[in-house]
């Protein structure tokens, strides 16, 4: 008994001290943030941090151009999302029935979401050039006129929903995929001895079956979908204007910028509470849905 209560002593002496530490370097920024954003902190010129309360926030929620970067994020991400989900479970759907090449459609498919989001939008920077891309070149030939990808509102948007629906399509595959070779083949059987229809057969069994799986997919994919700036950032700087400036891309425009320290930091978690508040939601319908599916 006492060795057992040595060698547990011995543990916690080793695990405490590394918890510890990695909780003071997780909550310290996080807390100091916090208190920043009460604050009115400028590094250029630099001033000495004022005491201003809730001035940041109220500033911020009477700002257009947030309430401008919030619909614009809005729309990228439940656009791609919304995408990324329905084709990674058709491309799941096909490689799971085994189509001609899957063995190799399974390892191109992923090859997207392997690159980085910067090296992704300096190519499709160049793919939509208004002048000298391919895609532009192919709109020629076939009659139609030079398109202003990246220079006006709407087409610039459709290309950024493009390139996350390209890069992170995969994702949504590989998990579906996995989810769908985990169901119970008796199931399927069963349904084929009945003379079930495969439309019938997907909706009534294995869109049920998968749905929790779906609810947590899409989920990751909102919040990551919400912490867009990289692709934003290379491809169009948030441009025409601020036509294409993500939550992110605004909180860092503020930050690396005007360097308004305080006004960062009251963004940061004006995000992290609208993405607290989207998520309740989502979890809270999508938990009404699965029951009443399931």
Known sequence: MSAGLSQDRIKHAFLWPAFLLVLAISLFPLIYALIVSFQSVRLVPPLPPRFVGFDNYAEILQSARFWGSMRVTATITLASVALQYVLGFALALALHHN???????????????????????LIARMIFHPFLGPVNDLFTTLGFGHVEFLTRAGPAIAVLVTIEVWQWTPFVTLLMLAGLQSLPHEVFEAAKVDDISPWRRFWDITFPMLLPLSVAVVFIRLVEGFKVIDTVFVLTGGGPGTATETLTLFAYNEGFKKFNLGMTSALSF???????????????????????VT
Not at 281 to 286: G, H, K, N, S, T
């Open 99 to 121: 189509v001609p090449g899957a063995s190799l459609y399974r390892v191109t498919f992923l090859l997207p979401m392997f690159l980085a989001p910067v090296g992704v939008a």
């Open 270 to 292: 004006t995000f992290l509470f609208v993405v607290i508040v989207f998520g309740t939601i989502y979890l809270a319908l999508a938990q009404r849905l699965v029951r009443r």
